[in-house]
């Protein structure tokens, strides 16, 4: 037949290669387009290679506008054959990664880089919380709403009420994560918290008190994916994108259903990698705040549903324990780069996979769970996704 | 603020949550019309912190509200008892808002 590939080559297999971020810093430092290119910088010397070996850009930024993916490229002079402009909240990173790697497969890219960053100045983030979608600016900003924090805060609420989920429960994944960013020198947050400290800490939400909340920070994040072709020659530890799943809007207009469709994804990777919760090394798990934790746990089946609670309070989720989460401190400890907090939990996974997180390495990690969550608009998060990756052992 | 607007379609009844150009069920036409202005309340947040301009409000009761009509709505509680809201929680359209979009108050004969 005319005009169809009848010999099909065999699909390339992407791999991620590598990982890189900025020095993160509190608002009021330097911009977005320094804190990308340093994540840019770290993530492609990492590996060996420059800004014209890239074929394909993802970018997330809320605060790098009017500036965008392809202006990016512009800036760095890359040669595009597929881009990518994340506008899904804290579901960027993961998408784009799946995205990527789907691009990979079909041949029509070699060397994706995938980029999230942000930087804020005083005042700068509350503005952009105000407008960040029509639904927020038009019906919940009149009503000073607080923000994601007063949105979600209601996800606690309803919890507590239906499961008899505790503030001490959900502020041990606070104190535990804490642990991990003492061992992450990128960590904003240096000192230890104690449960004591997380329990008496002040109200901005409430349920929501000082340490459920992420700081707004300034920083960048970038992981690199590439065909097995590419990832031989540079001989680095590859891992696999074994399946990547998303959803949006999972319930429509609805606002006291939980789910963002987690359940719905976590059923789908785990049929499609044919492990299950149990078999992860680790989970790294979109971390605004604790009970969105607790409720991914649900979801992707590492507890019954409504079981968060009870889950955190008697399991070991640090880096030495039965499921690590969040093993580099997470948003929570490390800080939040707006959207590079999308990207941060993939940055850790395949610094873990490829057995370089050092201090924090979970001992001989060969798979775990990645899941972004975000786009808060009127009364949830609308964007959804989750990748399973596994290291390579070739 | 007072009356509470909801907007019905034409066509399938559908009620909108929040304003919507058009019926995303059937995509005729929506019309606006008085809600009756009770619900109950499904959940909450108490808001401490947000930008200067609210200050005398604070604290902010966030309400999810599920109203007479079956659609559930995002809206602020006044009144002095407003920190007193639970889940399951009835209220009431208060005609005594400060914002310029409908807000609630804690029901008569609720449990405060
Ligand atoms: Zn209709």
């Known amino acids: 037949m005319r005009g169809v590939d009848v010999d099909f080559p065999p699909m390339p297999e992407p791999l991620l290669i590598s990982y890189g971020s900025s020095a993160y810093e509190k608002k009021n430092g330097r911009d977005t387009l320094s804190h990308l290119f340093d994540a840019v910088s770290d993530c492609l010397q990492r590996a060996g290679l420059l800004p014209g070996d890239v074929d394909g850009l993802a970018l997330a930024s809320f605060t790098y506008p009017p500036g965008n993916v392809i202006t990016l490229a512009e800036h760095l002079d890359m040669r595009l054959r597929w881009a990518e402009q994340g506008a899904f909240g804290g579901a960027s990173g993961v998408m784009s990664v799946g995205h990527a790697a789907d691009q990979i497969r079909l041949g029509h890219a070699k060397c994706i880089l995938c980029v999230a960053g942000d930087a804020f100045t005083s005042g700068s983030h509350e503005k952009l919380l105000e407008d960040f979608t029509p639904a927020i600016s038009e019906h919940l900003g009149p009503h000073g709403f607080g923000g994601a924090n007063g949105v979600l805060a209601p996800l606690q609420t309803r919890h507590a009420a239906l499961h008899g989920t505790r503030r001490d429960q959900l502020g041990r994944l606070c104190v535990t994560q804490r642990r991990h960013a003492l061992l992450n020198p990128n960590a904003l947050f240096q000192t230890p918290l104690t449960l004591d400290e997380y329990l008496e800490a002040r109200p901005i939400a409430e349920p929501f008190h000082l340490y459920d909340c992420v700081m707004p920070c300034s920083g960048a994040e970038a992981v690199l994916v590439v065909s097995d072709d590419i990832a031989a020659s540079i001989g680095r530890a590859g891992v696999r994108v074994l399946a990547t799943r998303e959803m949006h809007n999972a319930s429509p207009g609805q606002l006291s259903e939980f789910s963002a469709g987690w359940e719905i994804l976590g059923e789908e990777l785990w049929s499609a990698t044919g492990y299950s919760p149990g078999d992860m090394d680790f989970a790294q798990l979109y971390d605004d705040y604790p009970i969105v934790v607790g409720l991914q746990l649900e979801g992707y089946g590492f507890c019954g549903p409504g079981e968060c609670g009870p889950f955190l309070e008697t399991t070991d989720v640090s880096i030495w324990g039965e499921l690590p989460i969040n093993t580099g401190g997470g948003q929570l400890s490390v800080g939040q780069s707006g959207a590079g907090g999308s990207m941060i939990h993939l940055v850790e996974a395949v610094q873990q996979l490829q057995h370089e997180a050092g201090e924090r390495q979970v001992d001989g990690a060969q798979r775990g769970l990645v899941s972004g969550y975000g786009l808060v608009s009127y009364g949830k998060g609308l964007c959804t996704a989750a990748t399973v990756l596994e290291r390579a052992n070739s | ?112």
């Not at chain 2, 200050?55 to 999810?64: A, N, S």
């Not at chain 2, 659609?71 to 009431?92: C, F, I, K, Q, Y």
């Open chain 2, 1 to 112: 603020m007072s009356a509470l607007v909801l907007q019905r379609c034409a066509e399938c009844d559908y009620i909108a949550n929040f304003w919507r150009i058009g019926c995303p069920r059937c995509l005729g036409q929506l019309a606006a019309f008085d809600a009756q202005g009770a619900g109950v309340v499904t959940t909450f947040s108490i808001i401490h912190r947000w930008v200067a301009r609210f200050d005398e409000h604070l604290p902010i009761v966030l309400v999810v509200v599920e109203l007479a009509e079956g659609v559930e709505v995002m809206a602020s509680l006044v009144g002095d008892d407003r920190v007193n809201v639970t889940v399951g929680a009835p209220v009431e359209v208060a005609p005594e808002g400060w914002s310029s979009k409908s807000q609630f108050r804690l029901a008569t004969g609720s449990t405060n």
